[in-house]
């Protein structure tokens, strides 16, 4: 039904670094974890940057003289340096601050690695502005977190990084709204997706047998597809489908009526797990059980195709392909599982809109609203944004594989 996961599944392609570039990275992400410490340590860290002009003139003399930008400062007047001082000490650290929010661990290892390559082959002038900016931040020939924040404001200075860029916090600001939210929004699917595994474990006849409208139950005349004989109550427990009044709704949704798909039969859906989980009487004899109702096999059978468009949709959609690649790599989840939990899903959904519709009391309406929220959300996890694509699907898996046999 699906092609292996890793042809489809998005792998890194970053290839490993050489030994010497490695070292020197790994230097680097030191240097900078230094420099956070410090400035989480340090009451005002802004203050190791507060030169006199001489003092940044003199600095650049002696380190970045002849480097890109250098010449610039000597053109600035006291007044000019001091004032682009003052307005360079804050965005520096702005800067600092947002890129540790925003940027991971892999991400400042890659612009390293970038940057050292580019340096190992004599190609410093290649570098960008942000490459420039924290190799002079975490320069190790420098000894202290203070030489090199000062080494970086000199680069600031020079390249007048403040001025080019000083909307840089405002975009900052969104950006990280952004990814706050992100952050929470994916902290909501993997505790979906963990919810969807847990309910996966409990899984048993969702895969062959899935719940109908209880209008199907009083038209089986005239419906090829259908078979109940018992007047909206199951045939094994002869409970009502509907009977709220000796029934909670956690166990009139248990029992909800479902049609088995290799015949047509339809029983309430916990009377026919517990017929699936009942020892075998004469296992090798009859190794396969068969339906509570008539002698059509529904175990050791091939099970009912789902809808092709909902294969398409977990190859296709960005969210379903996230959801499918962590239950695969991260939960140990094979591919055919995750579609018995859609259309597990597929299942509870009709459940619970066709019990609402002959519900009437405001406790019990409630209880199901509550059922239908989850339910929203776990079609959230698969890519589902709405009930148009989810509706049809959800309808074409309903009768899809349906043979009626007398």
């Known amino acids: 039904m699906f092609d292996e996961p890793d042809n489809w599944?998005?792998?890194?392609?970053?290839?490993?670094?050489?030994?010497?570039?490695?070292?020197?990275?790994?230097?680097?992400?030191?240097?900078?974890?230094?420099?956070?410490?410090?400035?989480?340590?340090?009451?005002?860290?802004?203050s190791v940057l507060s030169m006199t002009p001489e003092v940044i003139r003199k600095f650049n003399q002696q380190h970045l003289l002849g480097s890109p930008g250098s010449s610039r400062i000597t053109t600035l007047t006291d007044d000019e340096l001091e004032q682009e001082a003052s307005q360079a000490r804050p965005w520096l650290f702005g800067l600092f601050d947002c890129h540790e929010r925003l940027l991971d661990r892999e991400h400042q290892m890659r612009m390293f690695r970038l940057a050292v390559e580019k340096q190992m082959a004599g190609c410093s002038d290649h570098w960008s502005e942000m490459e420039r900016l924290y190799m002079a931040l975490t320069d190790y020939e420098l000894g202290t977190p203070e030489e090199r924040l000062r080494f970086g404001f000199l680069v600031v200075l020079q390249l007048n990084l403040s001025g080019q860029l000083q909307d840089v916090s405002k975009l900052a600001t969104v950006r990280t709204d952004r990814i706050q939210r992100a952050a929470t929004m994916d902290a909501e699917l993997d505790e979906l997706r963990a919810q969807i595994v847990e309910k996966g474990r409990s899984m048993k006849v969702d895969h062959f047998a899935c719940a109908i409208p209880l209008s199907l139950l009083t038209a089986t005349a005239n419906n090829v597809s259908v078979i109940d004989d018992n007047a909206g109550?199951?045939?094994i427990c002869q409970n009502s489908y509907t009977a709220v009044s000796d029934f909670s709704i956690e166990e009139l949704l248990a029992d909800f009526p479902v049609r088995i798909k290799h015949c047509g039969h339809v029983v309430g859906k916990?009377?026919?797990e517990q017929w699936m989980a009942t020892p075998k009487i004469e296992a090798a004899k009859y190794p396969h059980r068969t339906c509570p109702l008539c002698r059509i096999k529904i175990e050791g059978v091939t099970a009912p195709r789902v809808p092709d468009q909902l294969?398409?949709?977990?190859?296709?959609?960005?969210?379903?392909?996230?959801?499918?690649r962590e239950l695969v790599y991260g939960w140990d989840v094979e591919l055919e599982e995750c579609l018995e939990s859609i259309v597990t899903c597929m299942s509870e959904d009709i459940?619970?809109?066709?019990?609402?519709?002959?519900?009437?009391?405001?406790?019990?309406?409630?209880?199901?609203?509550?059922?239908?929220?989850?339910?929203?959300?776990?079609?959230?996890?698969?890519?589902?944004?709405?009930?148009?694509?989810?509706?049809?699907?959800?309808?074409?898996?309903?009768?899809?594989?349906?043979?009626?046999?007398?």
């Open 9 to 46: 599944i998005p792998q890194s392609s970053l290839a490993p670094a050489s030994a010497p570039v490695y070292q020197r990275v790994r230097l680097r992400m030191r240097n900078l974890r230094g420099l956070r410490n410090f400035g989480q340590e340090h009451n005002n860290p802004q």
């Open 311 to 324: 294969s398409q949709h977990l190859k296709s959609d960005r969210r379903a392909m996230d959801t499918v």
């Open 270 to 272: 916990a009377c026919l």
């Open 351 to 406: 459940a619970c809109r066709e019990l609402r519709a002959v519900i009437t009391s405001k406790k019990e309406g409630k209880v199901l609203d509550g059922r239908i929220a989850e339910l929203r959300k776990e079609k959230w996890a698969w890519g589902f944004r709405g009930d148009g694509v989810w509706g049809r699907l959800r309808d074409e898996w309903m009768d899809s594989g349906v043979v009626r046999r007398e």
């Open 233 to 235: 109550c199951c045939p």
